[in-house]
């Protein structure tokens, strides 16, 4: 694995798994090598073993919730992004996905809640924006205004946070 040869770091862990099959790190490292070479599937597979054995082993399920959000099997992460979430989590990325998630259902108050613990974690202009549309969204201007204000400190979304805050302005309202 140190030399990226992730075929032969695959074919040694999965030895190293039939020698030893409850091995927690032999099955997370399996799932490493396995998820480099693109075999998602059987990424999964060796990462939920690994998780059977430890259960409370946040990076794994971390790099699973992750690996599984980033080819498309949304369904399949969140509930790892869930538990991740329940167990308190401080990597924003796990807000930020759950967030997202939550949004692309429909369920507005889970997405506001994720987006608010993620910019707890981390400030950030993106974030603060979409925490915005969110609660735009739910009808709290108030929210949204200083979610936008927020956002306009950042200047990767400052025009847009800008453009927001203006059409939420209460002395321009009717005047377009």
């Excluded at 040694?12 to 032999?26: E, I, L, M, Q, T």
């Excluded at 059977?52 to 790099?63: H, I, K, T």
């Excluded at 507005?108 to 202009?125: I, M, N, Q």
Aim: charged share 30%.
């Amino acid at each position: 694995m140190g030399r990226s040869a992730w075929d032969e770091a695959a074919d040694a862990f999965a030895n190293v798994v039939k020698r030893y099959p409850a091995s927690f790190a032999a099955h997370r490292d399996l799932g490493l090598a396995l998820e480099h070479l693109g075999r998602v599937d059987d990424a999964r597979a060796a990462f939920d073993k690994a998780l059977a054995l430890r259960p409370d082993s946040q990076d794994v399920r971390l790099r699973l919730a992750f690996m599984l959000y980033e080819k498309g099997q949304r369904d399949a992460a969140l509930p790892h992004l869930e538990a991740l979430a329940g167990a308190n989590s401080t990597a924003p990325e796990v807000w930020l996905l759950l967030a997202r998630t939550y949004y692309e259902r429909n369920d507005l108050p889970a997405s506001e809640k994720a987006f608010t613990r993620a910019v707890g974690l981390r400030d950030d202009g993106k974030t603060w924006f979409n925490l915005g549309v969110v609660r735009l969204r739910l009808n709290n201007p108030t929210g949204a205004r200083e979610a936008f204000k927020r956002a306009s400190e950042h200047n990767e979304v400052r025009e847009q946070a800008v453009r927001e805050l203006d059409k939420l302005d209460p002395t321009k309202l009717g005047t377009k």
